[in-house]
């Protein structure tokens, strides 16, 4: 069996993740890994990786390999791609793409006339449960749906030096939700009102971003979703998700460690929801992954693919607009 050759740009907490992954793949052969830090080398060392280097150009010219995986910062992405694209070689590549709407649709224009492949890191939809609530609504079991809520709060707010680089909650954490929005219910989305706050740490909002926040997308055929984030649920990881319709509703709950139940005189007890997204989307980042190589193997089109990521990236501009100028913003105004 001929395997497919892989390399990994980036050995963070999601390279770790993907290059781990590849590496119990019977298909997959991972022959070059960059990364500049000296303990992510070690990292690669130790997984017996062929070829480690410092920069992404010796990366590209280490060995031969079919694809790149790419879970560097999200400033690198967009060059990296393109770089990759103009090789030869087919692309995975961590969300977001860039947080300019004309970067990524220069991008896409060097990638369609390469002839790769490029999927972009929607990992939650490859999550069991959200994707059987997509199944369900696919299939009509819940008639015509009328409305979509998800939550998604995190366990606890990230570093400021990351914020600061991030492109604020709804280019970093909410665009998740945002393509979720898209996907759970094979609609597009014509408008967006946005609603925001700092409530968790000042710092966050020194730093020029929320911590809090609720919107409102309004589909093209007059159906709502309604998204509320945080980022410090004292509780865990918060991920659920509905589809109300005409016929039934569809959800999703968190995931816990176990389902027990305690009962006593003081009420009812069990497990918190797992603590944080490597737990969570542990199985679903192997899901993720798989279906890409899968999508290399048999030459089929990638399950999630650049345009995904444009269109996530449009409704997280026109949040941010709407939330900056306290009104609905249609899509429209977000230029392609």
């Not at 898209?182 to 408008?191: P, Y």
């Not at 929801?273 to 089929?300: C, I, N, Q």
């Not at 693919?305 to 429209?332: F, H, P």
């Amino acid at each position: 069996m001929t395997k497919v050759k892989f390399a990994v740009a980036g050995l963070g907490r999601i390279g770790k993740i993907h290059l781990n992954n590849l590496l119990q793949m019977d298909q997959v052969e991972v022959v070059a890994v960059m990364d500049p830090m000296e303990g992510c080398q070690e990292y690669a060392r130790e997984r017996n990786i062929p070829h480690i280097t410092n920069t992404y150009e010796e990366l590209l010219n280490s060995a031969e390999f079919d694809s790149v995986v790419i879970c560097s910062p999200t400033n690198t992405h967009a060059d990296y791609v393109e770089m990759a694209a103009k090789a030869g070689k087919h692309v995975f590549c961590e969300k977001p793409l860039d947080l300019s709407m004309q970067r990524v649709v220069e991008v896409l224009r060097v990638v369609e006339g390469t002839n790769t492949k490029l999927m972009l890191g929607f990992n939650r939809r490859f999550d069991k449960e959200f994707k059987k609530v997509r199944d369900l609504v696919m299939e009509g079991a819940i008639g015509e749906p009328h409305l979509v809520k998800i939550t998604s709060r995190d366990p606890g707010a990230p570093p400021i030096s990351y914020i600061e680089k991030s492109g604020g909650l709804f280019l970093d954490m909410t665009i998740h939700d945002f393509d979720m929005a898209r996907f759970v219910v094979g609609k597009e989305v014509k408008e967006v009102y946005a609603k925001g706050a700092v409530l968790v740490d000042e710092a966050i909002g020194k730093a020029g971003d929320i911590d809090t926040a609720v919107v409102t997308l309004t589909y093209t055929d007059g159906t709502m979703a309604v998204i509320d984030n945080s980022r410090e649920a004292a509780y865990g990881y918060d991920q659920r998700i509905e589809v109300f319709g005409s016929k039934g509703m569809a959800q999703a709950d968190n995931n816990y460690s176990d389902s027990h139940r305690l009962y006593n005189g003081q009420g009812m007890h069990g497990a918190l929801p797992l603590h944080f997204f490597l737990e969570r989307y542990a199985e679903a980042y192997k899901t993720e992954m798989t279906d890409y190589v899968r999508s290399l193997v048999k030459g089929e089109a990638v399950p999630v693919d650049g345009n995904d990521g444009l269109y996530s990236l449009q409704i997280g501009l026109a949040a941010i607009k709407s939330l900056n100028e306290k009104r609905a913003v249609c899509i429209d105004e977000i230029e392609l």
